[in-house]
Nanobody
Framework: EVHLVESGGGLVQPGGSLNLSCAAS????????MSWVRQAPGKGLEWVSG????????RYVDSVKGRFTISRDNAKNTLYLEMNSLKPEDTAVYYC???????????????????????WGQGTQVTVSS
């Protein structure tokens, strides 16, 4: 059974940092594009960042470029999101998500479309507030 378990969320002041982790199990983590997706209060899902499975190429939504860094450790079946210079508008539940197609690279538009992800974690709350 596929499991994605996020951790690392919390309350942080504006300008602060948080590091999220997503532990994956029950599937061949090495063969899937993975992403972080967030949902702010009262809003829909927003794709934040993605990483491919072999070359480690990364993509980001414009609002987090230069502040967030996605990475993965295929030996540990773990996805990460380093978040710096956090803003109140980054407040959201952050989800780890698996791209639906095995051994398939994604275009930027594919990354963005949240319906392209078939497995999701339970989410971790990130609150940026003074």
């Amino acid at each position: 059974e596929v499991h994605l378990v996020e951790s690392g969320g919390g309350l942080v002041q504006p300008g602060g940092s948080l590091n999220l982790s997503c532990a994956a199990s029950g599937f061949d983590f090495n063969g899937y594009v993975m992403s972080w997706v967030r949902q702010a209060p009262g809003k829909g899902l927003e794709w934040v960042s993605g990483i491919d499975f072999s070359f480690g190429r990364t993509r980001y939504v414009d609002s987090v470029k230069g502040r967030f860094t996605i990475s993965r450790d295929n030996a540990k079946n773990t996805l990460y999101l380093e978040m710096n210079s956090l803003k109140p508008e980054d407040t959201a539940v952050y989800y780890c998500a698996r791209y639906a197609k095995y051994w398939t690279y994604a275009s930027y538009s594919d990354y963005e479309r949240t319906s392209n992800y078939d497995k999701w974690g339970q989410g971790t709350q990130v609150t940026v507030s003074s």
